[in-house]
């Protein structure tokens, strides 16, 4: 099973907009991270966030972590055409010796 | 500077043949990861190489082998391909292993008939 759960599976708003989803995950990480795939590409990392941190940002986003629920959520502010990708976190489960992702949050900005 | 080079892009296979599909990297970086993205299922780890001259099973490594030719370049193969090995396959390096970000090829589109 995966250890990292996106929610929505799909989230299609306006653009200018600002787009949240999330992640849910199992076990104990050392870090979470997000990634962008655009339709036909490979994956480009957006941020880490380390499991002593609970929030972080970088640009337009914002990436939150809370441990004890084991979540974190993707915050994409004042979002634009080109923000339209699937979205995915991974996480480093300690002792696991990987990188587990999730199904990915599929998002759509309308113009 | 392509960083993460995957070769072919695109391949057709009958059951039973075999190919290898190539990863080549110019970031000098020490771990190098095969996963397989299928629709609904995220992407999977098959297999992975935490430096030159090691390499280790990931979550669905049944099917495929790989080598681990040089600092470079790393390598996929199916010996016998099967209809559920149908898949993009991404090959990803990174230079702190599972701790850090990970950079990724544009993949390779594999139909097996």
């Known amino acids: 099973s995966q250890q990292g759960e996106e929610d929505p599976q799909a989230l299609s708003i306006q653009e200018g907009e600002n787009a949240t989803m999330n992640c849910s995950y199992k076990?104990?990480?050392?870090?979470l991270q997000w990634y962008r795939q655009n339709s036909g590409r490979g994956l480009v990392h957006l941020i880490l966030?380390?499991?002593?941190?609970r929030e972080k940002h970088s640009g337009r986003l914002r990436v939150t972590l809370d441990t004890s629920k084991k979540s974190s959520s993707l915050l994409i502010t004042a979002s634009r055409a080109a923000d339209t990708a699937s979205y995915f976190c991974?996480?480093?489960?300690?002792?696991?010796?990987?990188?587990?992702f999730g199904q990915g949050t599929r998002l759509t900005i309308n113009p | 500077n392509a960083g993460v080079t995957q070769t072919p892009k695109f391949q057709v296979l009958k059951t039973g043949q075999s190919m290898t599909l190539q990863c080549a990297q110019d970031?000098?970086?020490?771990?190098m990861y095969w996963y397989r993205q299928d629709p609904g299922m995220g992407l999977r780890l098959i297999y992975y190489?935490?430096?030159?001259?090691?390499?280790d099973k990931g979550e669905v490594p049944n099917g495929y082998n790989v080598s681990r030719l040089n600092k470079r370049e790393f390598s996929l193969r199916l010996e016998s391909a099967a209809p559920s090995q149908t898949s993009v396959y991404f090959c990803?390096?990174?230079?702190?292993?599972?701790?850090?970000?990970?950079?990724f090829g544009e993949g390779s589109r594999l139909t097996v008939l």
């Open positions: 991974a996480t480093d489960a300690r002792g696991a010796q990987k990188l587990v």
């Open positions: 190489s935490a430096s030159e001259g090691t390499t």
């Open positions: 966030i380390r499991s002593n941190e």
């Open positions: 990803a390096i990174g230079a702190l292993g599972f701790t850090g970000e990970l950079f």
């Open positions: 076990t104990s990480i050392n870090n």
């Open positions: 970031m000098n970086h020490n771990s």
